[in-house]
């Protein structure tokens, strides 16, 4: 399927500098598939963090949910314990951001603490 807006479709139009610095947006349906596959326990490992971090937080928040779990074939019995498996990653990232700022807190107070203690 061809973008219309692409710049095949209209010559002369030069692209911005603002679309050359940030990827493309991603189509609609594009993401339901990413959808469906965390819902079927894909890992989505092809995916930065922040782009998975997203579509989790997507699936949590129910936006189009109804479309990811047809795409990923799921029983509705089968879409709340697969809800609850999207819940434990996203929050096993939050949870490992979250030692990773205290660690970066923790590692720049304290040379300032040696500092004191030697009265610089």
Same mark, same amino acid.
């Given at each position: #399927?061809?973008? /219309?807006w692409?710049?095949? #479709?209209?010559?002369g139009?030069?692209?911005?500098? $603002?679309?050359? !610095?940030?990827?493309?947006?991603? $189509?609609?349906?594009? =993401?339901?598939v990413q959808?469906?596959r965390?819902?079927r326990?894909d890992a989505?490992d092809d995916?930065?963090?922040?782009? $998975?971090?997203?579509v989790? !937080?997507?699936?949590?928040?129910? =936006?189009r949910?109804? @479309?990811a779990?047809? /795409?990923? @074939?799921?029983?509705?019995?089968?879409?709340? @314990?697969? /809800?609850?498996q =999207?819940?434990?990653?996203?929050?096993? /990232? #939050?949870d @490992?951001r979250?030692r990773?700022?205290?660690a970066?807190?923790?590692?720049?107070?304290l040379? =300032?603490?040696?500092?004191?203690?030697y009265?610089h």
């Amino acid at each position: #399927m061809t973008d /219309l807006w692409t710049s095949e #479709m209209t010559p002369g139009i030069e692209t911005s500098t $603002r679309s050359e !610095r940030r990827p493309r947006r991603q $189509r609609s349906w594009e =993401v339901d598939v990413q959808r469906a596959r965390a819902l079927r326990g894909d890992a989505l490992d092809d995916l930065s963090e922040s782009q $998975r971090e997203w579509v989790w !937080r997507s699936l949590l928040r129910g =936006v189009r949910l109804s @479309q990811a779990t047809k /795409l990923a @074939q799921l029983a509705p019995e089968a879409t709340p @314990q697969a /809800l609850q498996q =999207v819940a434990n990653r996203y929050s096993a /990232l #939050m949870d @490992q951001r979250r030692r990773e700022r205290q660690a970066q807190r923790d590692t720049q107070f304290l040379p =300032v603490a040696s500092r004191a203690t030697y009265g610089h």
